[in-house]
């Protein structure tokens, strides 16, 4: 069985801060881990994905994530938020093989203040 | 390069109608997912299409089927609509089913 956690439904910082956004996940084989953003009314859009290479991932609009197999995270991080970053943004895990479906966690709302 | 689309964007229906929804994968994809997202959740797999056969399902109810043509698009439907299927009806392609890239969904208002 796979799962995600995000920690805290709702992330609030000021233009050009720190963003740090909590995901935790389980899985019985090793992972594929994704992040995905979605602006209001629109669909999901990739932000960046894990795949057993490179620990650390970079993803677009100066995102990245840093896989830990010890502490089963993925935690998405940027040095510095721009209000264009306000969104929901999801953790998802899909342990691969057979299994193809993704699961996500229930999300984390950014809002960034000026 | 043409990303995935999804048809139509807004749908309004009666409990105990039909709806069918309907997706173009993005160019290259052979294989469709469809998941549905109620407010304030995250996405829930429903199935998942690949060579026109349904590969995977989610914990959907048999009032969910699918279909997935030659050319690799996909339709989704929901017979006996009930108040609660109201919902953000999202698409994914991906080339084998690892990766996937969604489209911008349709939203499903059940009266």
């Known amino acids: 069985a796979q799962s995600v956690t995000q920690l805290g439904s709702h992330v609030s910082v000021s233009e050009g801060a720190l963003v740090l956004l909590r995901c935790n996940y389980s899985s019985s084989v090793p992972p594929y881990l994704f992040w995905y953003v979605q602006y209001p009314n629109q669909g999901l859009q990739l932000l960046l994905k894990?795949?057993?290479?490179?620990?650390l991932v970079k993803g677009i609009n100066g995102f990245e994530a840093e896989f830990k197999k010890s502490e089963t995270s993925f935690h998405l991080t940027k040095p510095s938020a721009h209000m264009s970053d306000a969104a929901e943004y999801f953790c998802a895990v899909n342990s691969g093989g057979s299994n193809y479906k993704l699961t996500f966690g229930k999300g984390t709302l950014l809002t960034v203040n000026p | 390069d043409a990303g995935v689309t999804q048809s139509p964007t807004h749908l309004i229906k009666t409990r105990g109608q039909q709806v069918t929804l309907r997706c173009s994968p993005k160019?290259?994809?052979?294989?469709v997912s469809w998941y549905q997202q109620a407010l304030g959740q995250g996405p829930q797999f429903i199935f998942q299409y690949y060579e026109e056969e349904e590969r995977q399902r989610g914990n959907f109810p048999d009032r969910f089927s699918g279909h997935q043509f030659p050319n690799y698009s996909s339709e989704l439907n929901v017979n006996a609509l009930l108040l609660g299927d109201s919902a953000l009806y999202l698409c994914?392609?991906?080339?084998?089913?690892?990766?996937?890239?969604f489209g911008p969904g349709t939203r499903l208002l059940v009266l």
């Open positions: 160019s290259g994809h052979d294989t």
């Open positions: 994914a392609s991906s080339r084998g089913g690892e990766t996937q890239y």
């Open positions: 894990y795949t057993s290479a490179a620990t």
